[in-house]
Each structure stands twice: as C-alpha cells, then as structure tokens.
C-alpha cells in the first residue's frame, strides 16, 4: 500500500506521486516551496512550529505539510490568503518573544527565522513580548554557549541530540509558555554529560545556541608582541572555509587559508595534518603491538578504538567507561600538535614554551574542551623541572581552538578578501603533510590513512591500490575485511569497522561493551560524516554537503605525492631527531593520553 | 438473600462525601442499631446520584422518598418517625410547592432525564458485583462471547449510531471496525478516564457508582476488536474512583468475566490501569498513550491514528468512560433500542455537569438533541433568585458560549458547532446577568494557557497573545483593534494548532465576541464593565510582576 502512487491536485494541478511521501515533499518535487521551520527530515517531524501549513480539502483546520501524508484524491492549496494569514501570523507569535537583536547576532547571516520572516513580508510584529527576554546565557559550558531567549522551541537541537547522536542530554521541560529547553535537572550544559559535540549548534535556526566565541582571545595573543602565536588548522577546514565567503561548497582552499591566517599576524602558519601524521605512527605502531599479541595468544584489548574526536572520547567516558582500556591512548592531531609545539619546535626555534601560544583551527567545538582537559599539559610537565617553571606559568599544550566559523570571522574582520587571495603554502617544519593525513577530515578517513602505514608494516609491501575505497563513503557505519600476509607468511584478515556520528557509535559500542566485538580496530567520529561536518563548521543548507567536502578532501589526497603518513620526511626527522621511534618513552610522555571513567551525573556527586 | 423491609441508599458520590455524607450516614447506622432495626433496614452506599446541590442525600426505597441535605443530627429523626412509624419527615425532604413532597422519581430533575450511562448509579452499591449482575450486568458480554461473532458485535455497534463522548463524537463503530481491521499481532483497548475538565465529573460517577459498567464495555471492545488487553487511564486524583475500580476488576477476575477465558469462551482480557499525572493535555489520546509508554504526555502527530498505530506502536481502541459505559445496554437491549433515543446522527444520551446559575445543579444525563431550554428551565428548575439568564458555556474549557437567543437549538455535535461551541466533555455553566463575557472568556482562556503543553506555537504563543489582550480589556486599557485582534488570531489558532486543545481554546473567547461584542466594546470603548465585574483599573500588587522583554536595547554580545 505504502509504495503505491496516488492522484493528487496542488494549486489546481495534477500530479500523480508516491503515496508514501508527505505533503511537504510531493510539494518539492512538484517544485513548489513551503517554508519550515521545525524540520529535519526524519531526525525532527513533530509538526510543532506549524509554519508549513496548507490547505487540503474537506479537512477543517490547516494541515502541516511536513507531517502529513498525501492521500488518493487530495487537493492541496498552498498559497490561499487563509494559509499565508496562518503562516504570517505564526512567524510574529514567534517574534514577540524573540530578540530581534539581529546587528549583533551571531547567527545573524544564516538565520533562518530572519530569512523567512523576510521572506514572508513580516515588517513588525503586533505582539508583546509575554515572556522575560532577559534570561542569563547559559556559559557554563566551555564550547557552547546557549541563549534561551533566542530559542524558538523548534526542538531541532532536542531531535539532533536524541536521535543523531543518540546523547539525549537536551530536552524540553515545563509546559506551555514556561517549556524550555533544558538541560538534566536544570543545569548548565558544561555540568552535564554534553559531549560538546555541536551538532546541535549547526542545527539551530536562530542565534540560540553557538559556539563559544574565543576570537578575542585570538586577538589579544596576536597582539602581545612578547608571545609567538602560532597556528595549527585541522583538515577539515580546507575545504569548507571558503563557503564563509560564498565560494561553492566542497571549494578546496588549501592555499589561499594558508594565506589568509598568515595575514592575520600569526608567527607560524602549520597545518595539523602533519600532527596527523605523527597520529598514524603512533597509533599505528600501538594496533600492531596490540593485533600481535592477541594473535600470539597474549591479551591485549582488541578492538583498538580511534581516539581524534574529543566529543566521542567524552562519549564513551560517559556511556561506556568500561570499554576505555580499548581506547587508543594517541593524543588527537591537535593535542600531538600543541605539545610537539611546544617542546621540539619551541626547541628547534630557541624560544622560551611560555612564550609560545599556539592556536588551533578546528573544524569542531568539542576541541575547545579538549583543549582544556587537565591531562593535556603534557609540554608544560615536560619543561617544569628543566626550566624550573612556577604553577603560575602553567599553559596547555593548545592554548586556543576556534572554530571554522570563527577563523571566517577574523578575516572578514580585517577585510580580508578571501576568493582573491594567491595561494601560498604552510610555513616549516610543522608544515609538511601527506595524503594520508588530509582524508583524516572525513569519515573513514583515519582508518584509511593507518592501514596505508599498517599494511606496509605487516606485510612489507605497499598496498595494491593506495585508495581504500572499502572504508569510504558516508553511510553511518562501515565494515570491511582486509587480508594481509605477513612478513613471516602468516595470513591475517583485520576486521575494521567505521562509524560516525554518536548514534551510530553507540551501536559498535554495545557490542564492544558486550563482547560480541567482531572487530580488530574502530574508527569513531562523533560528526556525522566525520570533521567535514563538525559541530565548528560552515552551516549549510546543501544536502550534499558531506559527499562535496569529502571529494574536495581526497581530490587534495591524490593531489599530493606524498601518500603515506610513514613517507613524510618531516615525520622521519622529528622521529630521528626527537622522539626516536613511535611508542618510545618521550613519545607516550608527549603524544599520549589518559582518559577519565566518568558517570553521566558527575557533577552531581561532586555537588555532594 | 435477605428480604429488607427498607432500603435507604446513601449518596456516596464525591460531592455528597465532601458535604458530610459519612458522619450522617454513621450516624443512622447507630440510631438503626439503637433501635434494632438491623434484619429491616439495609443501608446501600451508592455512587452518585447526580442532584449534588441537594447533597448529602438519602433515598428510602419502597415507594422512593427523598431525603436532602442531611446532616448527623437528622438521623434520629428519620429512624424514629419514618422507619418505626411510617412517617415521612417532610422537612428533610424536597418541597416542590407549597406541602407537596414528591418522591423522586416525581422530581422533575430526576424525572426527566434519560438513564443509559448512570442508570445504576446511585441506585446498586457499587462494590458488589451480584447487584450490578442483578440489573442485567455482565448479560451484553455474555450475549457477544455466545451468540455474536467480533464482526457482529462491531455491526451492532455501528447500526446503534453511538458516537464518542470524550468530546470530539468520533462514530464508535466506525473507530472499532478499523481498529478490528488493522494489522498486528497484539492490539490494546484503553479507557480515556482523565476528566481533565475541571467542571466535569461524569466518568469519575461511573467509575465511582458503577465501575462494572466500564469493565463490560471494555471487555466487549476487546473482544470485538482482537484485543486481550486493556488499560484505563485514571487521574490520580480519583482515588476512590481507582479504588472501587481495583475492587471491581477482582470481582470480575473471580467471578470469570475479566482475565483467562471468559465465560468458558477462547476469549481472554485482562485489565488494568494506569494512573496520569493529572494534565489536563493528557487527555488527548495521543498525549495519554505517550503518557501510558512512560514518555512526556505530549500529543503526537495523527495519522497515523491510533486504530492503526497506538500504544507501543500497536493498533489500539481508546474511547471515553462514558461511550464504554454505554456498551453493555446497547447489546443487552439491542442497537434497536438504543437507536430509539435521541436523534438522527446522535443517538443515545449524553451526561452534562449542570453547574452555574440554575436551581438545581449537578449531574443530569439527557437524550441528544434536547434543548438548552428544557435543561435549564424543566430539569434546572431555572434561573435562581429571579434573575435573568444570560448565557450558557457548553463544552467545558474550550467550549462556547450559547446565549438566550440560541436556547431552543436542539444540543447535537453539528448543531454546537455551527453556535461556535462543543460538545467537549459535557461541561455545562449557565450564567445570569450578573456575569461578564470579558471575564469569563479570560477565566477559561487561563485555564487553557496554563494546560498548553507548549509543543506547538498557535497554541503556546498565541492562547497567551490572546489572554494578555483580554487581561488588558478587563483592565480598561483595551484598545481600538483588539476585538479584531483577538478574531483573527482565535482563528488562526484554531486553524493552525496540533492538537484538540489548542483548536478548540479560542472557542470561549470568539463565541462570546459573536453573541456579546456590544459587551466587548463597551469595556474598550467606554472603559465600562456592563455586568459590573471587572474592575477595569490595573490592580497592582506588591507581588513583582514578570517582566517582560528586554529591559535595554541589548548590546550584549556572545561572550
Ligand atoms: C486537550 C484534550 C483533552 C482531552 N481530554 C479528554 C478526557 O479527559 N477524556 C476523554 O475521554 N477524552 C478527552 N479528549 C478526547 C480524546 O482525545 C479522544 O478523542 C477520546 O478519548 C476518544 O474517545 P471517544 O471516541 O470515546 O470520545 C481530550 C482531547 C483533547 C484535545
Ligand atoms: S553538543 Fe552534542 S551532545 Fe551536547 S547538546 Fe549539542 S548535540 Fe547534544
Ligand atoms: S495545541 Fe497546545 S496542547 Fe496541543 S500540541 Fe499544541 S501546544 Fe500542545
């Protein structure tokens, strides 16, 4: 029944379409538009904001488009003067409890209310406020800042975080004029169990919730004269700064950010790919210690589980503390970077680590946490002793993460005309990367890169074909068999599994937690798609917005000569001259971590 | 069993109890046991009886006198004249004119209504099941599980024409047959007994006076649907409701009508229920079944409804206390008979909670298709202390307002509409001259804006927008404009809210304005309140008031 087609009549017109498809989407495909608000294809279809309604007759009220399925015989009006009254006067019950601060707006660009609104030939609302529009923001957290006043209780973010990434730490309380969006038993989002991804941030049609705003800290270092700033920025963010400048979506802007960021004032212009680099060596050496163990009949803890995504890592702290020990102990790429920054650059360079700061470009807001983690001090540790330093010269290992939507801003600040900027290149020696490293913005692509170095380590030949396209793609969770034969002549099939987005996680989760794993090792990106579509990135309406970055990400892969994260000479010499060998001691000192068991109430108990 | 010279059935209904019905009733058993009287006199506790006004209550049975207002300290009395002596205690009776007392069924309040749905209330002691089986209890299961297949039992419902009484009049056996046709391996009968309508208290009569009712009726939707379970939904604060429900359930386990294979049939259902929180959004059907699941009682989308898609995803019958409570009688007695009440697309009788400015108020249980006269004047008894009638909201919160010059329309489910008011739970307050249409539209429109589950913006937003505009006009600051305000966006709400509660919410407010806009302007216009009501000043309280927007043109920006 479901699949069959039906006759049905928009404005007067005919059209024959799928039974199966909602009043909203049958709309679309017979090219007629009806504005939305609330929806997110099958993520949010409560049918609350009732901006979509139109006219179906026989039926006594307007129906939502969105929720409501076409029948047989149908006749649809989208465009009577009783639908625009409705939506016109829906949109101004909004606006009377929303501020309309839109000049100092972050969201101002994107808004969706303002460009419907707009759309919709709203000048001024003829309501009052009936609400306190004066609320304090909630800045607890240290990567999202949320302003309930700005909130039109879509519940887009509720959706996001309950179905996508499957966190449910937002939902609505209180009942009618008084529900919000709250957080568990009322508290900030920084004293929940939020991962930080900031999914919910790119979902949000209004300036309700947005990163934490840390530009001005960017300043005030590039400004100090005594401090060398340098700055890392993430794979990731290549191929989507160029649409805060209205370049197309997937342009690759390798070269021009490069400029642009060294326009900006920084001392160091490096790129976090070669950190990247530094990851797969480190973690690459870590499964292959691991894989040989366990098929010598050793313990170990298989599946070896990725450790880049600092919402995930917060994830599995939270949900599954017992499956840690199977998490890699590697830094990300942007703390291997801050502290290598700090100690063999700060060395090579002859500066004193106090005064060097280093800022990250991420494609993410949980780095903005990450960064703030106790356990990532590492450099600071390293030089107490040698340079007897103080507890007030204490300073991370990154100092500061903005995001791509931050970056953006800074150079629109300046004036920075970004499409016609000449293509320049990252500064030495943090500068160097390879292929390998480049895909780690999308998902798929870390695993990728470690079995580019891993296969070559067990069987001592290269790949056969350096494109894994098995492990690509966008669909929520991968798997794929590859067999090696090793040096010795011994077979070995790894089992790999890639999954994005924390739903989607959870899923190889429970598996790990139950022991019914059938994987050796697991890539996790809390992002759907992975980096490419980090809670720090461009917000966009393209749909196909993951599949066009991530072209734009291996285009740049098969771009460079350098494929292979163990070819990158700058990553032999830093092994030559500083760390010695992956694994070594001063490597686990510097590029690994620890991670922390944690209850989903912790804060509570610490309340306690 | 034993033959009673007398039966004296006490009222125990809530609001008999409230009024001191337990100290009068411990009192006549005492004076009975002072006297002996125990083999002659059996005292039944009844549910309600409907007349609340003239409670606590008593109805001594032969010939049916009626005793009212009683108090511990009548009980003497009554013992000692009218059961040792035959002689009826007049004052304690209800006077209809000068010396004359009738009985009750002489009463026009009584007399003139039509019993299917109460028809044992206050008449059998609730908490035993061999009365309720002795009027002709458990015969309509007995009939289906024997003589009819499932798909009889839907026929002879839908040929009786009853429709929903939870508010909206949906046709019952158009809902049971597509509940009885869609596909699944389990499906669920839920009983909606919410009564979240502050003014009404049917269903909590029926499950107090007459609980068994409730559970034929379900069990014959669950064999006529395919179902082998059931749940009623109560509010928690029925507890005597959930109480004499629980006891009732037993019985019927024990007896063999309720759990495994009923009356020896293949038929088996079990029953039990599920207590609400008590808003009154739970009421809507989805809301109650998310509510059932554990979820927040919100309402969902419909389609799909819950015939093919209810609880825990199931096809799923829910229908009101009242329509079950009509069940066993239409397949004891036949559709025929039931067929017989009422009118042309509303068959059978409807419950109505008679509150306001009339003579006698409580629960009155009338065919469809009366008129608002014949309540108010034949069964009300009038308006009190000669006043003149004004206006009578029907349809609980959300209802309408009918004035006088409506009062002959006969009360059906299109007729209402077409007034702008609803049938609803059978909420029913008469208003005299002495009421303002400003301030009861406000007070309704409160009740609803506080029940707004906030889920969807007309009703969130926009019940609000309108309660500050008539808070505004109560307070003489209304504006030029504001009636057409409140129009046009009482209409948009209506057109645009997900659920029954924010379409109908603007129903007080837009009827009030079509039959009283010369009320709404004066108090615009000339700052005047006609009925004298408002007090048309802002009252200010020490209380703080919220505020409300932003204090400054904000400069902040995200830190
Ligand atoms: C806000 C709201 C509150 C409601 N409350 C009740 C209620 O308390 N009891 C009830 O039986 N139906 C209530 N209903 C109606 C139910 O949604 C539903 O229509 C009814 O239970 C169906 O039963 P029926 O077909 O027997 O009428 C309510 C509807 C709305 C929109
Ligand atoms: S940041 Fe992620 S986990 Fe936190 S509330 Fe938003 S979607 Fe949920
Ligand atoms: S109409 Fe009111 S009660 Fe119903 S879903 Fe909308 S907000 Fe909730």
Redesign the interface.
Same mark, same amino acid.
């Given at each position: 029944m479901e699949n069959k087609t039906v006759n049905i009549k928009i404005n007067g017109n005919d059209y024959t379409v799928d039974g199966s498809l909602t009043i909203l989407k049958a709309c679309r495909q017979a090219g007629i538009s009806i504005p939305t608000l609330c929806y997110m294809e099958n993520i949010c279809e409560e049918g609350s904001c009732g901006i979509c309604v139109v006219e179906v007759a026989k039926s006594h009220t307007l129906q939502r488009a969105c929720i409501t399925q076409v029948y047989d015989g149908m006749e649809i009006q989208t465009n009577t003067s009783r639908v625009r009254q409705a939506r016109k006067t829906i949109l101004e019950l909004i606006l009377a409890n929303h501020p309309q601060d839109c000049l100092n707006c972050a969201a101002s660009e994107i808004c969706e209310l303002r460009k419907i609104s707009y759309d919709l030939g709203i000048d001024e609302t003829p309501f009052e406020p009936t609400k306190d529009l004066d609320l304090p923001l909630d800045t607890t957290s240290p990567a999202i800042v949320r302003d309930l006043n700005k909130c039109i209780l879509c519940r887009r973010c509720v959706k996001e975080c309950e179905i996508v990434q499957s966190v449910n730490v937002i939902e609505i309380a209180g009942r009618g004029i008084n529900s919000k969006v709250s957080c568990f038993m009322d508290k900030g989002l920084g004293e929940s169990y939020c991962t930080n991804c900031g999914q919910c941030i790119k979902v949000c049609p209004v300036g309700a919730l947005t990163e934490k705003n840390d530009v001005d800290r960017v300043w005030d270092y590039l400004a100090d004269p005594k401090k060398h700033v340098v700055v890392q920025t993430a794979p990731a963010v290549r191929v989507a700064l160029g649409e805060e400048f209205g370049m197309p979506v997937g342009s690759l802007v390798t070269g021009k950010m490069a400029a642009g960021v060294r326009r900006l004032g920084f001392d160091g212009v490096f790129d976090t790919d070669f950190a990247a680099d530094l990851t797969i060596l480190e973690e690459g050496t870590e499964f292959i210690g691991r894989l040989t163990k366990v098929l010598n009949g050793e313990s170990a803890h298989l599946p070896l589980i990725t450790s880049c995504s600092p919402g995930w890592i917060k994830f599995i702290e939270h949900f599954f503390p017992k499956c840690l020990p199977n998490v890699s102990s590697c830094k990300s790429p942007q703390q291997m970077f801050g502290a290598v920054t700090k100690t063999y650059y700060a060395q090579q360079k002859n500066l004193d680590p106090r005064d060097v700061i280093c800022v990250s470009v991420m494609p993410c807001t949980a780095k903005k946490y990450e960064c703030l983690r106790p356990e990532m001090d590492d450099a600071f540790d390293h030089w107490k002793d040698k340079l007897m330093l103080k507890d007030e010269d204490h300073f991370q290992d990154v100092d500061v993460a903005i995001t791509t939507r931050e970056l953006g801003r800074m150079m629109k600040e300046v004036g920075i005309d970004f499409e016609h900027l000449p293509e320049e290149s990252f500064d030495s020696p943090l500068g160097e990367s390879t292929g390998a490293a480049v895909i780690f913005g999308a998902t798929g692509g870390v695993m990728e890169a470690a079995l580019r170095t891993v296969y070559e380590v067990v069987t001592g030949q290269a790949l056969p074909k350096v494109e894994l396209e098995i492990v690509r793609g966008m669909k929520g969770i991968r798997t794929a068999d590859i067999p090696m034969v090793s040096a010795d002549g011994k077979e070995i099939i790894a089992k790999v599994a890639i999954a994005s987005g924390l739903g989607n996680a959870r899923v190889l989760l429970e598996e790990v937690s139950n022991g019914t794993s059938p994987y050796h090792f697991i890539e996790i990106m809390a992002c759907p798609g992975g980096c490419l579509n980090g809670g720090g990135q461009p917000i966009s309406n393209d749909p196909n917005v993951c599949e066009k970055r991530a072209a734009a990400l291996y285009s740049q892969d098969e771009a460079i000569t350098i494929r292979k994260s163990h070819d990158n000479p700058e990553i032999k010499k830093i092994y030559e001259n500083y760390f010695e060998k992956p694994n070594s001691h001063l490597a686990h000192e510097l590029l690994h971590t620890s991670y922390v068991e944690r209850d989903l109430y912790e804060l509570e108990k610490e309340d306690n | 069993m034993k033959i009673y010279r007398i039966h004296a059935l006490i009222c125990a209904g809530g609001q008999c109890i409230s009024a001191g019905g337990n100290d009068f009733e411990a009192a006549l058993r005492t004076e009975i046991q002072k006297h002996g009287l125990e083999e002659e006199v059996q005292i039944v506790e009844t549910g309600c009886m409907g007349a609340c006004e003239m409670g606590p209550m008593m109805v001594v049975y032969p010939e049916g006198t009626l005793y009212i207002h009683l108090q511990p300290e009548n009980a003497k009395e009554i013992v000692e004249e009218h059961f040792l002596k035959g002689r009826k205690v007049h004052q304690l009776m209800w006077e209809k004119a000068e010396g004359h007392f009738p009985t009750l069924n002489e009463v026009p309040f009584f007399a003139l209504q039509t019993k299917i749905v109460l028809r044992n209330c206050g008449v059998i002691n609730p908490e035993n099941i061999e009365e309720y089986i002795a009027y002709d209890g458990y015969t309509g299961l007995a009939k289906a599980l024997g003589e009819m297949t499932p798909e009889d039992v839907v026929a002879e419902i839908e040929k009786s024409g009853l429709r929903g009484r939870g508010g909206a009049g949906f046709p019952t056996g158009l809902k049971w047959k597509l509940t009885a046709q869609a596909k699944g391996d389990q499906k669920y009968v839920v009983c909606n007994a919410d009564e979240g309508d502050p003014g009404a208290y049917m269903d909590r009569s029926v499950l107090e006076g007459d609980p068994h009712t409730l559970i034929e009726g379900m069990a014959i939707a669950g064999y006529a649907v395919g179902a082998n379970q059931g749940y009623v939904y109560c509010r928690a604060e029925y507890p005597l409701a959930i109480q004499r429900l629980q006891k009732a359930i037993q019985q019927a386990k024990s007896a063999g009508l309720l759990g495994n294979q009923i009356l020896g049939s293949r038929f088996s259902f079990q029953l039990q229920i599920r207590i609400g929180a008590g808003?009154f959004?739970c009421g809507e059907e989805t809301a109650l079944l998310s509510s059932i699941e554990g979820k927040?009682g919100e309402p969902?989308?419909k389609?799909p409804y819950p015939a093919t898609c209810g609880l825990f995803g199931k096809p799923t019958l829910i229908n009101n206390v009242e329509t079950f409570a009509n069940i066993p009688v239409i397949l004891s007695k036949g559709s025929s008979f039931f067929n017989a009440i009422g009118k042309e697309g509303c068959r059978g009788t409807k419950v109505f909670s008679l509150a306001g400015h009339v003579k006698t108020t409580g629960l009155i249980e009338v065919p469809l298709g009366i008129t608002m006269k014949e309540i108010i004047y034949d069964i009300g008894g009038g308006i009190p202390g000669g006043k003149v009638f004004k206006g009578a909201l029907i349809g609980g919160p959300s209802g309408g307002v009918i004035p006088s010059s409506q009062l002959d329309v006969p009360i059906d489910y299109e007729h209402l509409n077409t007034l702008g008011a609803i049938m609803g739970s059978g909420g029913l307050i008469v208003m005299d001259e002495s009421s303002c249409m400003v301030d009861i539209a406000k007070f309704f429109l409160q009740f609803t804006?506080?029940?707004?589950?906030? %889920?969807?913006?007309?009703c &969130?937003?926009?019940t609000?927008?309108m309660y500050?505009i008539l808070d505004r006009i109560s307070c003489g600051e209304g504006r030029e404009g504001d009636i057409e305000?409140l129009e046009?966006?009482g209409k948009?709400i209506?057109?645009?809210?997900?659920c029954g509660l924010g379409?109908s919410a603007p129903n007080p407010v837009l009827s009030s304005i079509r039959w009283f806009r010369d009320e709404y302007e004066a108090h615009i216009k000339k700052k005047v309140c006609p009925a004298g009501v408002c007090t048309m000043t802002k009252i200010t309280t020490n209380k703080e008031e919220?505020?409300?927007?932003? %204090?400054k043109?904000?400069? &902040?920006?995200?830190?």
């Amino acid at each position: 029944m479901e699949n069959k087609t039906v006759n049905i009549k928009i404005n007067g017109n005919d059209y024959t379409v799928d039974g199966s498809l909602t009043i909203l989407k049958a709309c679309r495909q017979a090219g007629i538009s009806i504005p939305t608000l609330c929806y997110m294809e099958n993520i949010c279809e409560e049918g609350s904001c009732g901006i979509c309604v139109v006219e179906v007759a026989k039926s006594h009220t307007l129906q939502r488009a969105c929720i409501t399925q076409v029948y047989d015989g149908m006749e649809i009006q989208t465009n009577t003067s009783r639908v625009r009254q409705a939506r016109k006067t829906i949109l101004e019950l909004i606006l009377a409890n929303h501020p309309q601060d839109c000049l100092n707006c972050a969201a101002s660009e994107i808004c969706e209310l303002r460009k419907i609104s707009y759309d919709l030939g709203i000048d001024e609302t003829p309501f009052e406020p009936t609400k306190d529009l004066d609320l304090p923001l909630d800045t607890t957290s240290p990567a999202i800042v949320r302003d309930l006043n700005k909130c039109i209780l879509c519940r887009r973010c509720v959706k996001e975080c309950e179905i996508v990434q499957s966190v449910n730490v937002i939902e609505i309380a209180g009942r009618g004029i008084n529900s919000k969006v709250s957080c568990f038993m009322d508290k900030g989002l920084g004293e929940s169990y939020c991962t930080n991804c900031g999914q919910c941030i790119k979902v949000c049609p209004v300036g309700a919730l947005t990163e934490k705003n840390d530009v001005d800290r960017v300043w005030d270092y590039l400004a100090d004269p005594k401090k060398h700033v340098v700055v890392q920025t993430a794979p990731a963010v290549r191929v989507a700064l160029g649409e805060e400048f209205g370049m197309p979506v997937g342009s690759l802007v390798t070269g021009k950010m490069a400029a642009g960021v060294r326009r900006l004032g920084f001392d160091g212009v490096f790129d976090t790919d070669f950190a990247a680099d530094l990851t797969i060596l480190e973690e690459g050496t870590e499964f292959i210690g691991r894989l040989t163990k366990v098929l010598n009949g050793e313990s170990a803890h298989l599946p070896l589980i990725t450790s880049c995504s600092p919402g995930w890592i917060k994830f599995i702290e939270h949900f599954f503390p017992k499956c840690l020990p199977n998490v890699s102990s590697c830094k990300s790429p942007q703390q291997m970077f801050g502290a290598v920054t700090k100690t063999y650059y700060a060395q090579q360079k002859n500066l004193d680590p106090r005064d060097v700061i280093c800022v990250s470009v991420m494609p993410c807001t949980a780095k903005k946490y990450e960064c703030l983690r106790p356990e990532m001090d590492d450099a600071f540790d390293h030089w107490k002793d040698k340079l007897m330093l103080k507890d007030e010269d204490h300073f991370q290992d990154v100092d500061v993460a903005i995001t791509t939507r931050e970056l953006g801003r800074m150079m629109k600040e300046v004036g920075i005309d970004f499409e016609h900027l000449p293509e320049e290149s990252f500064d030495s020696p943090l500068g160097e990367s390879t292929g390998a490293a480049v895909i780690f913005g999308a998902t798929g692509g870390v695993m990728e890169a470690a079995l580019r170095t891993v296969y070559e380590v067990v069987t001592g030949q290269a790949l056969p074909k350096v494109e894994l396209e098995i492990v690509r793609g966008m669909k929520g969770i991968r798997t794929a068999d590859i067999p090696m034969v090793s040096a010795d002549g011994k077979e070995i099939i790894a089992k790999v599994a890639i999954a994005s987005g924390l739903g989607n996680a959870r899923v190889l989760l429970e598996e790990v937690s139950n022991g019914t794993s059938p994987y050796h090792f697991i890539e996790i990106m809390a992002c759907p798609g992975g980096c490419l579509n980090g809670g720090g990135q461009p917000i966009s309406n393209d749909p196909n917005v993951c599949e066009k970055r991530a072209a734009a990400l291996y285009s740049q892969d098969e771009a460079i000569t350098i494929r292979k994260s163990h070819d990158n000479p700058e990553i032999k010499k830093i092994y030559e001259n500083y760390f010695e060998k992956p694994n070594s001691h001063l490597a686990h000192e510097l590029l690994h971590t620890s991670y922390v068991e944690r209850d989903l109430y912790e804060l509570e108990k610490e309340d306690n | 069993m034993k033959i009673y010279r007398i039966h004296a059935l006490i009222c125990a209904g809530g609001q008999c109890i409230s009024a001191g019905g337990n100290d009068f009733e411990a009192a006549l058993r005492t004076e009975i046991q002072k006297h002996g009287l125990e083999e002659e006199v059996q005292i039944v506790e009844t549910g309600c009886m409907g007349a609340c006004e003239m409670g606590p209550m008593m109805v001594v049975y032969p010939e049916g006198t009626l005793y009212i207002h009683l108090q511990p300290e009548n009980a003497k009395e009554i013992v000692e004249e009218h059961f040792l002596k035959g002689r009826k205690v007049h004052q304690l009776m209800w006077e209809k004119a000068e010396g004359h007392f009738p009985t009750l069924n002489e009463v026009p309040f009584f007399a003139l209504q039509t019993k299917i749905v109460l028809r044992n209330c206050g008449v059998i002691n609730p908490e035993n099941i061999e009365e309720y089986i002795a009027y002709d209890g458990y015969t309509g299961l007995a009939k289906a599980l024997g003589e009819m297949t499932p798909e009889d039992v839907v026929a002879e419902i839908e040929k009786s024409g009853l429709r929903g009484r939870g508010g909206a009049g949906f046709p019952t056996g158009l809902k049971w047959k597509l509940t009885a046709q869609a596909k699944g391996d389990q499906k669920y009968v839920v009983c909606n007994a919410d009564e979240g309508d502050p003014g009404a208290y049917m269903d909590r009569s029926v499950l107090e006076g007459d609980p068994h009712t409730l559970i034929e009726g379900m069990a014959i939707a669950g064999y006529a649907v395919g179902a082998n379970q059931g749940y009623v939904y109560c509010r928690a604060e029925y507890p005597l409701a959930i109480q004499r429900l629980q006891k009732a359930i037993q019985q019927a386990k024990s007896a063999g009508l309720l759990g495994n294979q009923i009356l020896g049939s293949r038929f088996s259902f079990q029953l039990q229920i599920r207590i609400g929180a008590g808003a009154f959004v739970c009421g809507e059907e989805t809301a109650l079944l998310s509510s059932i699941e554990g979820k927040r009682g919100e309402p969902r989308k419909k389609p799909p409804y819950p015939a093919t898609c209810g609880l825990f995803g199931k096809p799923t019958l829910i229908n009101n206390v009242e329509t079950f409570a009509n069940i066993p009688v239409i397949l004891s007695k036949g559709s025929s008979f039931f067929n017989a009440i009422g009118k042309e697309g509303c068959r059978g009788t409807k419950v109505f909670s008679l509150a306001g400015h009339v003579k006698t108020t409580g629960l009155i249980e009338v065919p469809l298709g009366i008129t608002m006269k014949e309540i108010i004047y034949d069964i009300g008894g009038g308006i009190p202390g000669g006043k003149v009638f004004k206006g009578a909201l029907i349809g609980g919160p959300s209802g309408g307002v009918i004035p006088s010059s409506q009062l002959d329309v006969p009360i059906d489910y299109e007729h209402l509409n077409t007034l702008g008011a609803i049938m609803g739970s059978g909420g029913l307050i008469v208003m005299d001259e002495s009421s303002c249409m400003v301030d009861i539209a406000k007070f309704f429109l409160q009740f609803t804006v506080g029940e707004s589950c906030g %889920k969807c913006t007309p009703c &969130r937003e926009g019940t609000r927008q309108m309660y500050e505009i008539l808070d505004r006009i109560s307070c003489g600051e209304g504006r030029e404009g504001d009636i057409e305000k409140l129009e046009s966006l009482g209409k948009v709400i209506q057109d645009t809210s997900l659920c029954g509660l924010g379409q109908s919410a603007p129903n007080p407010v837009l009827s009030s304005i079509r039959w009283f806009r010369d009320e709404y302007e004066a108090h615009i216009k000339k700052k005047v309140c006609p009925a004298g009501v408002c007090t048309m000043t802002k009252i200010t309280t020490n209380k703080e008031e919220p505020r409300r927007g932003r %204090k400054k043109a904000s400069t &902040r920006t995200i830190t």
